[in-house]
């Protein structure tokens, strides 16, 4: 079975703080794609980063990074020094390459509230 | 920048109505996806189309039907709608697997 699992239904933090969004998921698929997309309250879902199962490097892009381990089946996003306008929902998404046409199989998403 | 349109932000419907929810992408992507997302259950794939004139069933395709006469245009029908239609519905674009999925703003509907 696909599935992934955002625990975190919602965190709050003061603006300034770090803060870890968690993504655990679950595939049988040796490759495959993880991805992380923002819902701001707008509605529109925003892509902020692809990456594939053979690439464990972690990824920085300005105040966001990514943690991919995959022997523990987590790609987790921190985000340093939040800002009011990192509030939003963010889901963690997998894509199985050759089952399903590599649909995205999205978490139920973590709302972050960060707080001036 | 890729751009993916949907024809209303917000739309009322009354019950057994049948309803257009057109999305355009500018971008002369491969596949389409149509999706709704509840609160407490997050995004569902109801249908997905990889070139013109061809559909997938996603997870929840009941109620539901699409159209793909352009490679540009992908529309969902509802054929009688029902207030369990309510929702956000989202369309989304992709080059092509593996590629990111590109999304719209997404259409709210009421189903009265």
């Known amino acids: 079975a696909q599935k992934v699992t955002q625990a975190q239904t919602e965190i709050s933090v003061v603006e300034k703080e770090d803060v870890t969004l968690d993504c655990v998921y679950e595939t049988r698929d040796t490759t495959y794609y993880l991805f992380w997309y923002k819902q701001p309250p707008s509605g529109e879902l925003v892509f902020l980063i692809r990456?594939?199962?053979?690439?464990?490097q972690n990824e920085i892009s300005g105040r966001y990074s990514w943690n991919f381990q995959k022997s523990t089946s987590s790609f987790n996003f921190t985000i340093t020094a939040s800002q009011v306008v990192d509030s939003a929902v963010y889901f963690c998404?997998?894509?199985?390459?050759?089952?399903?046409?590599?649909?995205?199989?999205f978490g139920q998403g973590t709302e972050l509230s960060v707080k001036p | 920048d890729v751009k993916v349109t949907q024809s209303s932000r917000y739309l009322v419907k009354r019950t057994g109505e049948k309803v257009f929810l057109e999305c355009v992408q500018d971008m002369d992507h491969e596949n389409m996806f149509w999706y709704r997302q509840d609160p407490g259950l997050g995004l569902r794939l109801i249908y997905f189309s990889y070139d013109v004139k061809m559909k997938e069933k996603g997870d929840i395709p009941e109620g539901y039907s699409v159209s793909r006469e352009k490679k540009e245009r992908f529309s969902l029908i509802l054929e009688s709608a029902s207030t369990n239609q309510t929702s956000m519905y989202l369309c989304?674009?992709?080059?092509?697997?593996?590629?990111?999925?590109?999304f719209g703003p997404g259409t709210r509907l009421t189903v009265t």
């Open positions: 989304a674009s992709r080059q092509g697997i593996p590629y990111e999925q590109y």
């Open positions: 990456r594939n199962s053979f690439d464990e």
């Open positions: 998404a997998l894509s199985p390459i050759y089952n399903q046409g590599g649909k995205l199989i």
